[in-house]
């Protein structure tokens, strides 16, 4: 089973530059995070998606950051202007779908290692 | 801060003992998950235990749960130099909501 796929895996802009991210889950999940991951902490989740519905995005910095999963799928974040403290892992995950009575493990990708300069 | 605290920040151990992490937090919980990354890698999902659960157990790992004193413990026995990583423990509050991880613990493993 192919895991999570994330793209690119490194990236270096200016500030106020702009980079997006992309994401393609392990196929049937319908659940989708982007979490940022800042050297030496622990992941904070930015949005989550359920199929192409916005379930929480109370945490993403909705004047520079927005992300869409227009089919259901695969997902994009998107950096618009980016500053220093952008820099960070962009990490992707995704799970089967969540209910009231279960809860499904997350599946992580890989990472875009982001460095603003 | 919902985050909480992992405990030790750092660890270093040699091969064959046993490493034990702790994690605390602050609210309630429906779940706590713990979770490894390899340096440079994404996170991989070691185990799962709710808050009605007391123990749990995976081939090496063993972990706990107090909810009266808010804390959880994971421990690793008979580690070996490839459980070099850090852990981390997240948590939930429903089965839906969002998981607050820690900072985690970087556990150093010498063959």
């Known amino acids: 089973e192919a895991g999570v796929a994330q793209s690119p895996r490194y990236k270096i802009i200016e500030k106020r530059q702009s980079v997006a991210f992309w994401c393609n889950p392990i196929?049937?999940?319908?659940?989708l995070y982007w979490y940022q991951q800042i050297l030496g902490q622990g992941p904070k989740l930015l949005i989550q998606?359920?199929?192409?519905?916005?379930?929480?995005d109370s945490q993403l910095p909705k004047d520079r950051f927005s992300a869409e999963r227009l089919k259901g799928v695969d997902s994009t974040l998107k950096i618009q202007p980016a500053k220093l403290e952008d820099s960070a892992v962009y990490l992707c995950?995704?799970?089967?779908?969540?209910?009231?009575?279960?809860?499904?493990?997350?599946?992580f990708g890989p990472g875009t290692r982001l460095t603003v300069l | 801060s919902q985050q909480g605290e992992e405990d030790p920040q750092a660890l270093s151990i040699q091969e064959g003992e046993n490493a034990t992490m702790n994690c605390s937090y602050k609210?309630?919980?429906?779940?706590l998950q713990w979770y490894r990354q390899n340096s440079g890698r994404g996170l991989v999902h070691l185990i799962l235990?709710?808050?009605?659960?007391r123990e749990k157990h995976s081939g090496r790992l063993r972990v706990t749960l107090d909810t009266s004193k808010k804390s959880s413990s994971l421990l690793i026995t008979a580690s070996r130099a490839a459980d070099t990583a850090s852990y981390f423990c997240?948590?939930?509050?429903?089965?839906?909501?969002?998981?607050?991880f820690g900072r985690g613990t970087q556990l150093t493993v010498w063959p």
């Open positions: 995950a995704s799970s089967l779908v969540i209910s009231q009575v279960s809860y499904n493990e997350q599946f």
């Open positions: 196929s049937g999940h319908a659940t």
């Open positions: 998606f359920q199929n192409n519905g916005v379930v929480d």
């Open positions: 609210t309630s919980i429906n779940n």
């Open positions: 235990i709710r808050s009605n659960e």
């Open positions: 997240a948590r939930t509050r429903t089965t839906l909501g969002r998981l607050y």
